[in-house]
């Protein structure tokens, strides 16, 4: 059974769309937040989630591609999980596959800073990211 790249390609890409709509929809969360607005907040943190669930889907689906062959398991796996920084692609399905992970990497890196932000603000001393701050200050 061969792999079909172009429905990887098409299922990263509906991930990084969704990517790119959950970090909006955390920038419009945080300016709700700024404005003690909790009926907004409550659903954006709906619409948030909804995002999310569309992104893991996608992901499911890929997966599920390499369902029933251990070769194409592989590959899938190869393609999803490698470190893109050497990441080139033998194929132009590869190297569109390589690029679309790259744009989501870069979306969730500015997406992750979006909700340290608020979980600093919102949460204070109790913040996921407090502990965070304190490992990557040790030597």
Same mark, same amino acid.
């Given at each position: 059974?061969?792999?079909?790249?172009?429905?990887?390609?098409?299922?990263?890409?509906?991930? !990084? #769309?969704?990517?790119?709509?959950?970090?909006?929809?955390?920038?419009?969360?945080?300016?709700?937040?700024?404005?003690?607005?909790?009926? #907004?907040?409550?659903?954006?943190?709906?619409?948030?989630?909804?995002?999310?669930?569309?992104?893991?889907?996608?992901?499911?689906?890929?997966?599920?591609?390499?369902?029933?062959?251990?070769?194409? !398991?592989?590959?899938?796996?190869?393609?999803?999980?490698?470190?893109? #920084?050497?990441?080139?692609?033998?194929?132009?399905?590869?190297?569109?596959? !390589?690029?679309?992970?790259?744009?989501?990497?870069?979306?969730?890196?500015?997406?992750?800073?979006?909700?340290?932000?608020?979980?600093?603000?919102?949460?204070?001393?109790? #913040?996921?990211?407090?502990?965070?701050?304190?490992?990557?200050?040790?030597?």
């Amino acid at each position: 059974m061969e792999l079909d790249m172009e429905r990887i390609m098409i299922l990263l890409q509906r991930k !990084y #769309s969704a990517v790119r709509e959950l970090d909006r929809l955390t920038k419009e969360l945080e300016e709700t937040v700024a404005r003690n607005d909790g009926i #907004s907040a409550a659903m954006v943190l709906e619409m948030r989630d909804d995002e999310m669930i569309k992104a893991d889907r996608c992901m499911e689906e890929i997966w599920q591609l390499g369902e029933e062959d251990r070769e194409a !398991y592989e590959k899938i796996k190869a393609l999803v999980e490698c470190d893109l #920084s050497q990441a080139v692609g033998e194929t132009k399905e590869e190297k569109m596959i !390589y690029e679309i992970r790259r744009k989501t990497q870069a979306v969730l890196e500015g997406l992750r800073r979006t909700d340290e932000r608020l979980n600093r603000r919102l949460a204070g001393t109790k #913040s996921f990211y407090r502990d965070k701050e304190a490992v990557s200050l040790r030597p």
